[in-house]
């Protein structure tokens, strides 16, 4: 809701500067020019100051599909991204009948092509430009909430501008903590089709065992389809839409990288921490990661088993589980890597030298002392309150609850003109907010639900009393959970609809319990947010102060800052290359032969019985590796990336497609706060194993028809 300004809180800008270093740097496209030297004697074949032309191949073929990265493969619209990315499509379409989660799905013809989940969107990216002037106009002198309340402006009529043009989304976001605002404009496909996803056998191979492990074996690709109405306008699912018509698609290269190879990866990473504060580094890794770790691993295994025995329960609850298996995982990765290269050490260490720096010189001192005294005090604050956060966030994990606060806050927000209202609760955000409330129907079992709640309530109820909801609280006192869930219509599809076009008065006259909870939590809920946009406006000044200092010092040392990821549109560049862990070597490949090898046709290392087959008689065919003498599955390589790049496409040194970044190693996931070359590895899903797989197992003819594969 506040993440344009929150991302500019959180990323507090007294870390030291990111370098231009060898494979670090998630890039922005206007940045190419000042790396263009480094990227050209790392190995690129392209004219790297053209590189980043949102006008020129490869970038008009990359898309976003709002949390995962993906990429343009056929003039058809034909959209390429990892097989964790359509999860939620392919369990939104499965049934006990069809159950497409663990068998596959693959569209014969376009005729057969499936919606994908509500909500679903291809984002095609058209421009980022700097807008920070307008941002910033009539903010300067204002502080708290009123400063924050400007920047909101701002951004809403720079939005608004923008989505005067039909069928665009677009966003403002905060880089380097907020000294700079770009706005991207991004196409808006809203009619999205499953195309062809393989078996969970290989799509999934390895599941949460092999998940941010090495040696590695997933084939984690699938297929969408971008569609349009006849006329090329975006519009909603429709039989008569036809395919999308890109201005560009990658091609195929038609040889595979090999070890040393220089290699691209282009997308949209979510978040980093690079740029927080060496204290903040100590607060998480110390305070709230083992907390959240711990909650993330008994929700996994309440959801196991509650689900247990139960196939539709299993498919219903198959994708909420996967996000918290692999986040759980992920944030115990992270401490084991910020153990192993000392992180907060560095960042104690790098943070003091860019404070000595402003005490050398007694200009610098009175221009930026007060603002970095400021921001410690306000660090200080916010790590006090985010464990109680965490708590609280806790009651969150009932759907039902959930739904009626949103569903609220959308009638309420709803009575404002459109251009007062909060994010995510404008015009522009209807289509989500129905698609959202329509995407319960198919991850929801009342009972299961229940017990969820019920043990993020008690959760909750270890705060001190102080530090809880007193409006919660006090209507919950002597209540029954089981009577909210018998009592409720919200569990109903259309009922639950039907609130997307009430009135407040209709919400307070209703006797639905989780709609009265609603009700009865809201004036407080808004008193806090209220003071949580103060605290953002507060700290957006004294930010904005340090964060001139901080691009000061990285000039002064004659480097080259970027920074870190929001969500948008970003490069980064690297090599194929292993690397040696305590007394192991990972060479840069796996092969076919890993698969059958862990093959035990149970749970997640169950491929296809004609995948097997086909690795026993190595009947491999064109996409043998010839220096590897087998086929290819995986391959590590040094380029930087995080969450949001999913689906990412992987290019050669001439802009080819050479497959899907999908995963980091475990002891590596520390790159979201600091890049260590020497423990970070991307691993990839190679092109030639997807394209094996398409053509021997699975029979995809059509699709290597379209993208330009021809046959043998």
Known sequence: MKKFLLAGVSALMIAAPAAVQADEGMWLPSQTGAIADAMKAAGLELDAKTLGDLQRPPLTAIASLGGCSAAFLSPEGLVATNHHCVAGSLQYNSSPENDYLTNGFLAKTLGDELPAAPGSRVYVIEDLRDVSKDMLKGADKLEGRARYDRLQANRTALIEACEKQANRRCDVRAYFGGQQYWLQQQLEIKDVRLVYAPAAGVG??????????????????????????????????????????????????????????????????????????????????????????????????????????????????????QGVENYEKKIAGQMAGADAISLVEKKQAEEAGFRAWIKADPKREAQYGAALAELDTLIATSNSEALADAKRGMLGRGQLYGAARQLYRWANEQAKPDKDREPGYQERDRAFMTQGMQRIERRYVAEIDKAIWEDGIAEYRTLPAEQRSASFDTFMEGRDLAAFYSATELGNTAKRMEWMGKTPADFKASNDPFIQLAVAT???????????????????????????????????QGKTMYPDANGSLRFTYGKVMGKAVDGQVWTPFTTAEGIVAKHTGRGEFDAPDKMVELIKSKDYGRWAAPELGTLPVDYLSTVDITNGNSGSSTLNARGEFVGLAFDGTIEGVVSDWMYDPKINRTIHVDSRFMLWTMEKVDGADRLLKEMGVTAE
């Open 204 to 321: 999934n191979f390895g599941g949460e065992k092999d998940n941010w492990m090495w040696p590695r074996h997933t084939g984690d690709f699938s297929f969408y389809r971008a569609y349009v109405a006849p006329d090329g306008s975006s519009a909603a699912f429709s039989k008569d839409n036809v395919p999308f018509k890109p201005k560009a698609w990658l091609p195929i290269a038609k040889e595979g990288v090999k070890d040393g190879d220089f290699i691209m990866v282009a997308g949209f990473p979510g978040t980093t921490e690079r740029l927080r504060s060496a204290e903040e580094a100590r607060f998480y890794y110390e305070e709230l990661y083992p907390y959240q770790q711990a909650m993330l691993a008994e929700y996994g295994d309440m959801i196991d088993a509650l689900t247990a025995g139960n196939q539709a329960a299993t498919i219903a609850y198959a994708a909420t589980l």
């Open 522 to 556: 809201y004036d407080e809920a808004m008193a806090n947010e209220a003071e949580e946009k103060a605290r953002s406006g507060e700290v957006q000044k004294a930010r904005s102060k340090v964060m001139e200092a901080r691009l000061a010092y990285a000039a002064s």
